[in-house]
């Protein structure tokens, strides 16, 4: 501890009238600009501040630094209308930099209307917004509950892009969700070549106006185009493989992030995809190796695979480096078409090209494809040496195949992985789990937990709550010698299952899981978060029931 | 001259502190200072008074042997701010002290200790009402002219947007 030498009048320092009558005025603007920046979300807490003072208003509303970035979401705030969204664009967007917009429709509590629109959702209504968006670099766009919009509130495309290309030709990112065009912005319409030649305004955008507009955008390097969520079953939506040329031709190298479905959400219903197969005259191969060739720079990839793409395809992949690439994230889609035939030795070449790759998730949804064969043992063998710098790791299956994997132990190779998110493993042995995190453990801190998120497979009772039953009962001893092991620090042990009860009764369904519940509990005590739960579904509709482990540790 | 291992400073009230110059590498006033008028006795601190400048020392103290990379701008948006719990001294002080020391590091131009007085200030404003504000930070000050008391300057309107 420092202390002070001497005073003036050789005593020791009175702390109480040492105190300087300093307050929060005598702070100099720059120390309050840069307090009002922390405040999060910041244009709401920017608006509040205003209202403190008047120099607090002249700092909150009129320092353009404070204004480079705007979410406006009536998630967040039901505050967040088209009026306040108008006023602040009219005052301030000349400033901003990210534009970050999303609505949910949501029902009309008076009413008088079925539904209330927050937002006039109309490209005539959007020419003037972007008009003072001049400096914006990022952009995103999405409007979920879509079907409740009527047909005439919603973008025109081309209009709207060819406002956007005009007004923001600083755009870097955009991403924008396809609801929100008057028609799915999905491959039906990205009409390679109108056989008229002429451009199809009504439709949606046409490829060679999209091309049009990329050309313009000379700063863009991030594309999402991205499926918003839907209810309906028929989910998956199909690009033209013309798409991959026109991103070849016109972004090539610079496009570092490409995305053709929302990559955040597992709950994303749909899926859009490219379908090669559709180009009568090669199958899609020469648009495929276009993008493959070109598109070196990629940093993520978040795409969208369907039947259509196979070895061959993941082969010319796999041709060029692709250095820059950090996130890959590959989902599965049936769009009808013919038998997969991408195997795990395709995915290997894609990866093989990869070397910087740190985050790798892959995601199995449709209930029809089979497409078990493609995450194997010997792909998991493999990407120690393919990728050593992985730090992120998600198989995810929710289909009728569980992955067939059946040891882990290639993983602990990989010395920087601190996630592993893994559904529908039956063939682990639950046995290996506890000394496979403990060959984690020398790469752990404090600050760099590892994380293991299993959900086990629906495809079988037996499968369901594997792990939670290993963890209970079958093998105890291996997981409390993990458990009991004094230099392990847990930060999270949480075991969830999921009971939706159907023919059956609510309590028959959760009678049959007391056993565990009692299990857990005395095995682990406080230390597990354990939680059952049992949700109604259709009454003629059979039971279901799957379960979730999360452990989150690190080693001292 | 003074020692060249040590700096003494001077606060408003003449109280001194001599404390070890490598404790104050991340001060860019004193690095200024050291390489312009080092050759003098003490470097006086008008603007701060004995007890912040001892805690603004004792932070400088703690922190004298990171190794991180300093702070060129404590507003440097790419370097997310990581709570240090050998810093939750700075986080329980009272509102009237948290200012004193926010002006001290801006003074002391410690971009590390400004960052972290101005994190705490923005936390302990986000989600009060400008009443709450007022009131936390010497009400007292705000001379009549200062508050907007007919939202002249900015209200949340009937549909949150600015009126203005």
């Known amino acids: ?556 | 001259m003074s020692d060249p291992a040590n700096i003494t400073l001077v606060t408003m009230d003449g109280t001194t502190f001599t404390v070890p110059s490598a404790y104050l590498h991340r001060s860019k006033l004193v690095q200024d200072w050291l390489r312009s008028e080092g050759d003098k006795q003490a470097m006086e601190v008008k603007h701060v008074t004995p007890f912040v400048l001892q805690g603004v020392l004792n932070f400088c103290e703690i922190h004298a042997e990171d190794t991180s990379e300093p702070l060129a701008d404590p507003a440097d948006p790419t370097k997310p701010f990581e709570a240090d719990p050998r810093d939750d001294a700075f986080r329980g002080m009272p509102d009237d002290q948290l200012l004193q020391f926010t002006m001290a590091a801006d003074i002391l131009q410690i971009p590390e200790l400004v960052r972290l007085t101005a994190q705490e200030m923005a936390s302990r404003i986000d989600g009060k009402s400008p009443d709450q504000i007022r009131a936390m930070f010497n009400p007292d000050d705000l001379a009549e002219e200062d508050v907007d008391s007919d939202n002249e300057m900015g209200e949340v309107g009937e549909e949150g947007a600015i009126s203005k």
């Open chain 1, 1 to 556: 501890m420092i202390m002070a030498q001497q005073a003036l009048d050789g005593s020791d320092v009175d702390y109480a009238w040492t105190m300087s009558p300093i307050t929060i005025q005598s702070l100099p603007t720059e120390l309050l600009i840069h307090v009002f920046r922390l405040v999060i979300p910041p244009q709401d807490a920017l608006i509040l501040l205003a209202q403190v003072c008047r120099r607090w208003s002249y700092i909150a509303l009129d320092t353009p630094d404070l204004w480079r970035s705007l979410t406006w979401s009536n998630d967040i705030s039901p505050s967040h209308t088209q009026t306040g969204l108008y006023q602040l664009i009219l005052h301030h967007g000349q400033h901003l930099s990210h534009l970050s917009i999303s609505f949910t429709l949501v029902a009309f509590s008076t009413g008088e209307s079925p539904f209330w629109v927050p937002l006039r959702w109309d490209t005539y209504t959007w020419q003037p917004f972007l008009a003072h968006l001049s400096n914006l670099t990022i952009l995103s766009l999405n409007l979920t509950n879509h079907s409740r919009l009527i047909y005439r509130r919603k973008l025109r495309p081309n209009l709207f892009l060819h406002f956007l290309s005009l007004s923001c030709p600083k755009l870097v990112r955009f991403s924008f969700g396809d609801a929100c065009f008057e028609t799915h912005f999905t491959a039906e319409l990205f009409y390679p070549d109108p056989p008229t030649g002429l451009p199809c305004t009504v439709l949606g955008p046409t490829l060679p106006l999209l091309a049009i507009f990329l050309r313009r955008l000379r700063n863009l390097t991030h594309l999402r185009l991205i499926g918003c969520e839907s209810l309906r079953n028929d989910n998956t939506h199909v690009f033209q493989p013309a798409l991959l040329t026109t991103l070849a031709t016109e972004l090539g190298p610079r496009l570092r992030d490409f995305a053709n479905y929302r990559p955040e959400s597992f709950a994303a219903h749909v899926t859009n995809t490219i379908r090669l197969d559709s180009d009568a005259d090669d199958g899609g191969m020469k648009a495929w190796t276009a993008f493959c060739d070109a598109c070196t720079g990629l940093e993520r990839w978040h795409f969208g695979l369907c039947e259509s793409i196979g070895d061959k395809h993941m082969k010319i992949w796999g041709r060029k480096k692709k250095v820059m690439m950090r996130e890959m994230s590959l989902r599965t889609a049936t769009i009808g078409g013919d038998t997969w035939t991408l195997t795990d030795r395709g995915l290997m070449e894609a990866l093989k090209a990869c070397p910087g790759l740190e985050a790798l998730k892959i995601w199995r949804k449709s209930g029809e494809v089979h497409w078990q064969a493609t995450i194997t043992d010997r792909l998991i063998a493999h990407l120690p040496l393919f990728c050593p710098n992985l730090t992120t790791i998600h198989l995810w299956s929710l289909t009728p195949e569980p992955l067939q994997l059946s040891t882990l132990d290639p993983l602990t190779h990989l010395q920087h992985l601190t996630t592993l998110v893994l559904c529908s493993c039956p063939s682990i042995p639950r046995s290996s789990l506890p000394s496979f995190l403990l060959a984690r453990a020398r790469h752990t801190s404090s600050h760099k937990p590892f994380s293991l998120h299993l959900r086990d497979t629906d495809q079988s009772d037996d499968h369901r709550i594997r792990t939670a039953w290993s963890l209970a009962t079958d093998d105890l001893a291996d997981w409390r010698r993990f458990f009991d092991d004094p230099r392990v620090r847990l930060g999270r042990f949480d075991v969830k299952v999921e009971t939706w009860w159907g023919v059956e009764e609510e309590e028959v369904v959760r009678a049959r899981f007391l056993d565990l519940e009692h299990a857990m509990k005395d095995a682990y005590g406080q230390n597990v978060a354990l939680e059952v739960y049992a949700l109604g579904r259709g009454r003629y509709q059979q039971a279901f029931v799957v379960g979730h482990v999360k452990v989150s540790f690190w080693y001292e």
